[in-house]
C-alpha cells in the first residue's frame, strides 16, 4: 500500500509540474495587452490540475505560474501577481469544488459555468479595492470602468479560458492516461456526439469573445 501511495503521489507531482509547464509556456504564446490587462490561455490550463488532482492541487498550480510570471516576465510586479493568481486560484478552485463532487459529463459543464462566474465576480471586487492603488487613481475612476471595460473582459477572457479547458480537457487526459501517469478513471466524458457538440460550442465562445474584445475592449481603451 505504500509503495502504491508513493506511486500515485509521484505521478500527481508530474502531471502538475508537467501541466504547471505547460500553463506557463501557454501564457508566452496566447497572450495580447488590452490597456493594463492582459488576457492568456493559462488558467484553461491550470483548470486541467483541479479536474485531475483536485482543487487544492490547482490553487497552488495557480501560485506557482504566476510566481513564475512575476520573477521572469512581468511588467505589472506585485499587482500583477495578485491578480493573476486571484484569477487563475478562483477558476481552479472552482472548477475543481464543482467537479470533486459531480465528476460526469454534466459536472465538467457545471464546473465551467460556475468559474465563468465566480471569477468574473472576484476579479471585480478586486479591481474595484486593488487597481484604484496600481493605477493611483480614485476609486470612482475604477467605477467608472466597471461595465464598460472590467466585466465585460473579465467576463470573456474567463468564458474563452472555460472553453478552451472543455476542449483540452480529453485530448491532455488520453495522453497522460497512455502515459500511465492518470487513471483511466480521471477523464469525465469519452468521445460522443454530445462531445463534439460541446466542443463546437466552445470554439464558438471562443471565437464570439475574442471579436468581443478586439472589436469593443480596444474602442473603450482608445476613447479613454
Do not use: Q, W
Not at 470602468?145 to 472555460?162: Q, T, V, W
Not at 478513471?185 to 469519452?190: A, C, D, N, Q, W
Amino acid at each position: 500500500m505504500k509503495s502504491s501511495k508513493k506511486s500515485f503521489d509521484a505521478r500527481s507531482l508530474a502531471v502538475t509540474a508537467m501541466l504547471c509547464a505547460l500553463a506557463y509556456v501557454a501564457m508566452f504564446v496566447f497572450k495580447f495587452k488590452v490597456g493594463f490587462l492582459t488576457f492568456d490561455f493559462k488558467d484553461a490550463i491550470i483548470s486541467i490540475v483541479s479536474l485531475i488532482n483536485g482543487p487544492v492541487m490547482g490553487i497552488v498550480s495557480a501560485f506557482v505560474v504566476a510566481l513564475l510570471e512575476l520573477v521572469t516576465v512581468s511588467d505589472t510586479g506585485l499587482y500583477g501577481f495578485i491578480m493573476n493568481f486571484l484569477s487563475s486560484g478562483v477558476f481552479a478552485l472552482s472548477v475543481g469544488l464543482v467537479y470533486k463532487y459531480k465528476r460526469s459529463f454534466v459536472g465538467a459543464l457545471l464546473a465551467a459555468v460556475t468559474a465563468v462566474f465566480s471569477v468574473t465576480a472576484v476579479m471585480l471586487l478586486a479591481n474595484l479595492f486593488i487597481t484604484p492603488y496600481y493605477m493611483g487613481v480614485e476609486r470612482d475612476v475604477v467605477i467608472g470602468m466597471l461595465a464598460s471595460m472590467l466585466l465585460p473582459f473579465n467576463l470573456c477572457k474567463s468564458l474563452m479560458n472555460a472553453a478552451l479547458m472543455l476542449i483540452i480537457y480529453k485530448p491532455l487526459t488520453t495522453a497522460l492516461r497512455k502515459a500511465h501517469l492518470v487513471k483511466a478513471s480521471s477523464t469525465p466524458y469519452g468521445f460522443s456526439l454530445k462531445t463534439l457538440l460541446m466542443i463546437i460550442g466552445a470554439v464558438i465562445v471562443i471565437i464570439l469573445s475574442a471579436l468581443f474584445l478586439i472589436l469593443h475592449m480596444e474602442g473603450t481603451f482608445n476613447i479613454i
